[in-house]
């Protein structure tokens, strides 16, 4: 079993260092971590340091010995999965399991046929729980470099997005329209690659011109037809080993 990961604010250089808060509670009071086990204090984008522990204090302080702080390298292709937004907690679940697989970003998209809007208040709550998900999903999968979770973009920001992209690809399940397979798609050794993944509903002819003119082309993932909260784990995980990051 690998080391547990916490989340600090920044980084000393090594020696004493006291983890307190929610993240020294969760060590001490759930964990229950004591002196001689293994921990890792990441900042969550790249930079982390192994430790160990030294002392449990109360309930939320936890004293840990620190080695020196590495950075760890940007990947390369870097992938990106702009998600339509899913009803219910299925926008929590496609991003706990993107971060888990590997994905580098995220973007909320509020395609013409979601049945999910991000209005206001609402939509400020809704985009804190993807960002809090894609947190604590870093943490449980070991990751310290944690995914970033955009604003909501529209349709047209999306388009430019994929303007940009080294490769880009809107999942499509529609045999009929001339998808092709995204498992034998030429992928770039680096730069961005970004993967679109539309609503229930499907991606609306009017999005699916708009992103061809941006340079997107539309792509399959095999015989069977998945859900929006998981093709894009689906998605991730099969760029991920094609180009080499999971080697």
């Known amino acids: 079993m690998t080391a547990p990961v916490f989340v600090v604010d920044e980084l000393t250089r090594g020696g004493a260092f006291v983890l307190e808060g929610p993240e020294g509670r969760h060590a001490v009071s759930v964990k229950r971590l004591r002196a001689g086990e293994a921990v890792v204090l990441t900042d969550g984008a790249g930079h982390w340091a192994e430790g160990e522990v030294l002392a449990a204090e109360g309930r939320d302080r936890l004293v840990v010995s620190l080695k020196d702080v590495v950075e760890e390298p940007v990947e390369s292709p870097r992938v990106t999965v702009v998600q339509a937004l899913p009803k219910g907690d299925r926008g929590e679940l496609a991003v706990e399991t993107m971060t888990e697989t590997g994905v580098d970003a995220i973007v909320p998209w509020a395609a013409s046929r979601c049945i999910t809007q991000w209005k ?119 760029i991920l080993g094609r180009t080499g990051r999971w080697s």
Do not use: N
């Open 120 to 238: 206001g208040e609402r939509g400020l709550k809704a985009l804190a729980k993807w960002r809090a998900t894609a947190r604590e999903a870093g943490k449980q999968s070991r990751r310290v470099r944690f995914p970033l979770v955009a604003d909501a973009a529209t349709t047209k920001q999306v388009a430019d997005m994929l303007a940009r992209a080294d490769f880009a690809a809107v999942l499509h399940e529609d045999r009929d329209y001339g998808s092709e397979p995204l498992a034998t798609a030429q992928l770039p050794a680096e730069g961005e690659i970004v993967l679109v993944v539309g609503p229930e509903g499907g991606v609306s002819p009017d999005e699916l011109a708009l992103f061809e003119q941006a340079g997107a082309r539309a792509y399959r993932l095999g015989r069977s037809v998945l859900r929006t909260s998981t093709a894009g784990t689906a998605a991730t995980a099969l």
